[in-house]
């Protein structure tokens, strides 16, 4: 089975963009991209929910990763108050699995990136509905100058990737014991 990553975001929606122009969907295509390049380093099968800069939907997406054996979303988060910095992970309310794979990811990433922690949020989003188990993270705050420096230096985006990649290799591992 294929572990999907979906890179968010997109084509005609870039998704937030910082104070000097940075655009989210840039940073969250270049992060999948290593995810995927490291996890057939495993040996994993993998796929991108969107092979280019285009914008399918969320359920699009969701729909691409059907049968797969997990799927990660990736983005870079945005508030109004640029003062707000961090590293939140999304799940869908009552998968057990996904919530599982939720905490893994944040977790990891925290180890990888060193930020703040804004804990595990279980929300009905789109393209986490359905199967497979599946987590969106939020890599930092585009909105933030200081993280928003950190998501342009490609060591930060890097050490996002292998955080990702060493809670995917987990997930499976522990999937694979039940």
Same mark, same amino acid.
């Given at each position: 089975?294929?572990?999907? *990553?979906? =890179? ?5 929606? =870039? ?13 969250? #295509?270049?992060?999948?991209? !290593? ?26 997406r ?16 945005s508030? %109004? ?10 799940? #869908? =309310?009552?998968r057990?699995?996904? *919530?599982?794979?939720? #905490?893994?990811?944040?977790e ?7 930020? !703040?922690?804004?804990?595990? !949020?279980?929300? %009905?989003?789109?393209v986490?509905?359905?199967? =497979? ?6 890599l ?8 928003? !420096?950190l ?8 050490k996002?990737?292998?955080? *990702?990649?060493y809670? *995917? ?10």
């Amino acid at each position: 089975m294929m572990v999907f *990553i979906d =890179p968010g975001h997109g084509g005609t929606d =870039p998704g937030a963009t910082g104070t000097t122009g940075l655009r989210e969907a840039d940073v969250n #295509w270049d992060v999948a991209l !290593k995810v995927r390049q490291y996890l057939q380093r495993y040996g994993l099968e993998t796929g991108l929910t969107r092979e280019r800069d285009e914008s399918p939907s969320q359920s699009q997406r969701r729909d691409r990763a059907a049968a797969a054996r997990c799927l990660v979303s990736i983005h870079c988060n945005s508030y %109004n108050e640029p003062s707000v910095q961090g590293l939140e992970t999304y799940a #869908w =309310p009552g998968r057990h699995d996904s *919530i599982a794979l939720a #905490w893994i990811l944040q977790e990891s990433l925290l180890v990888t990136t060193a930020r !703040k922690d804004r804990g595990v !949020k279980v929300r %009905n989003l789109t393209v986490l509905g359905g199967d =497979p188990p599946s987590a969106l993270v939020e890599l930092a705050f585009i909105s933030n100058p200081d993280e928003e !420096k950190l998501l342009r230096e490609q060591w930060y985006r890097e050490k996002a990737a292998l955080g *990702i990649v060493y809670a *995917i290799k987990g997930f499976i591992s522990i999937a694979r014991k039940k």
